[in-house]
């Protein structure tokens, strides 16, 4: 498919604040003759995005630009004929992404979003995963901080437990010490799904069902809701928040499990927390944590409050943080995985994730800019079934091989103690 088509790799959105990021990286860390060019929906913005990139990176008036309106099929159609990946960045995906997913689904196209909207990812499977699997398309979803170092670390934890001989039965991710600001169109889908939510009850349903992301059948298992309260947390010695991501991770790494034939039993466990600290100070933050997050949560379910959130909370359309405060930025992310050895013996073993930028966008950049180029490049990756995958079941170990040698720490151990 790739040989035929003008581009193996189109970052449509190039105009927004990290649809540019994921254009810079592909400038910098992109292969010699990556054959890409940058779409939008205004021809005057996209010369203006590509000059600014050329300060940097001279190479960038070589590259060559490509109108689209996200809202016009016709026009995702041409879009999607002309490459064999689009790495899109236009959100929110439920308002603005579903005439892409139709026509990379139709034309066979590879796909990879940020959306972290489950309603908008139950929506398209449900919608085009059968077409996709007829064209060959590879629709991926979540391809940045949510979903990609949970759904990797799990892959991850997995494989290692395999080496050893064992079978990985449950994983307690806690994320914790990070510097970065959230993305402002994150921040946007998140007050998008509550209003939708608000007007459709079986979107409630979605949202909120544990394997709400499954494939028919297969919309059962052991895990329950995500943790809503403080708790603290004896296998860690450490006070636990909710963390606002597990509502889609969890879901992403439940449905990994499934498309992937439950490599570790219908019975495997699977939950996402924040850890906060020891003592007093990590009792209150947890509880600090808690109670914005309750409280935002309670705010942005009121249609006029929720507004209000937009207009103040929201960076402008195209706006972020400044390369400093994203190069300052890092996350961490601990996983303990729990498996039965070989001779029926419990199995422990520990995972360290780390970004060693801002989460939401410069490691987020990083992400989804090898998901791209993964999905184009990687032999076995490029010609896997099509349909609705998700980053680990799509391109395991090759992305994981692919975010260490880009930079990020994906390392698993021992417990000094087993
Ligand atoms: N998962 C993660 O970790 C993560 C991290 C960062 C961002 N995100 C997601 O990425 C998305 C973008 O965030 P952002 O902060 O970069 O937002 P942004 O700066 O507002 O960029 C939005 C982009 O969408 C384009 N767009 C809007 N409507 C369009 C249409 N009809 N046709 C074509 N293009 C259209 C905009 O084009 P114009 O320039 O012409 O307006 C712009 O390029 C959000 O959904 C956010 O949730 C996710």
Redesign the pocket.
């Known amino acids: 498919m790739s040989s035929e088509r003008a581009y193996e790799v189109i970052v449509?959105?190039?105009?927004?604040?990290?649809?540019r990021l994921v254009a810079e990286y592909l400038l910098e860390h992109g292969p010699e003759g990556l054959r890409w060019a940058m779409a939008?929906?205004?021809p005057v913005?996209l010369e203006e995005v590509r000059k600014e990139l050329a300060q940097r990176f001279p190479s960038a008036l070589d590259v060559p630009l490509v109108t689209?309106?996200?809202?016009d099929r016709g026009s995702m159609d041409a879009l999607a004929q002309q490459t064999t990946v689009v790495c899109t960045?236009?959100?929110?995906?439920a308002k603005?992404g579903e005439a892409l997913v139709a026509a990379c689904a139709e034309h066979g196209t590879h796909y990879v979003d940020?959306?972290?909207e489950v309603q908008f990812i139950r929506r398209m499977i449900d919608g085009y995963e059968d077409q996709a699997r007829a064209s060959g398309a590879r629709i991926v979803h979540?391809c940045?901080?949510?979903s990609i170092p949970s759904d990797i670390g799990v892959f991850m934890l997995g494989e290692a437990m395999a080496e050893r001989g064992g079978t990985l039965k449950e994983v307690h991710m806690y994320a914790g010490e990070s510097r970065g600001q959230f993305?402002?169109?994150?921040v946007?889908?998140l007050l998008n799904i509550l209003e939708e939510a608000e007007k459709d009850p079986s979107i409630r349903k979605v949202v909120g069902h544990p394997y709400g992301l499954n494939p028919e059948g297969e919309r059962d298992g052991p895990d329950g809701r995500d943790q809503t309260g403080v708790k603290f947390d004896k296998e860690i010695g450490m006070w636990t928040a909710p963390f606002v991501m597990a509502a889609i991770n969890t879901r992403i790494v439940r449905r990994t499990q499934s498309l992937r034939g439950h490599p570790y039993g219908r019975d495997f466990k699977y939950r996402e927390v924040m850890s906060t600290g020891k003592g007093t100070p990590g009792l209150m933050r947890a509880m600090t944590i808690t109670g914005s997050l309750g409280g935002f949560m309670a705010a942005a379910t009121v249609g006029s409050l929720r507004n209000l959130m937009a207009s103040r909370l929201l960076p402008k359309?195209?706006?972020?943080p400044d390369r400093k405060t994203r190069e300052e930025g890092f996350f961490v992310i601990r996983m303990i995985g729990h498996g039965v050895g070989p001779a029926g013996d419990q199995v422990e073993l520990q995972a360290r994730i780390e970004g060693h930028k801002d989460?939401?966008?410069g490691e987020?950049a990083k992400m989804i800019g090898e998901s791209a180029l993964c999905m184009a490049l990687d032999e076995s990756v490029r010609t896997g079934p099509g349909g609705s995958w998700t980053p680990a079941s799509a391109m395991g170990r090759a992305l994981l091989d692919r975010l260490r040698t880009a930079g990020m720490t994906f390392d698993v151990k021992v417990p000094a103690t087993a």
């Open positions: 449509m959105g190039a105009t927004g604040f990290t649809g939008g929906r205004s913005k689209a309106d996200s809202m960045t236009v959100g929110p995906y603005y940020l959306t972290g979540c940045g901080f949510d993305s402002g169109g994150t946007a889908s359309p195209g706006q972020g989460p939401g966008y987020t």
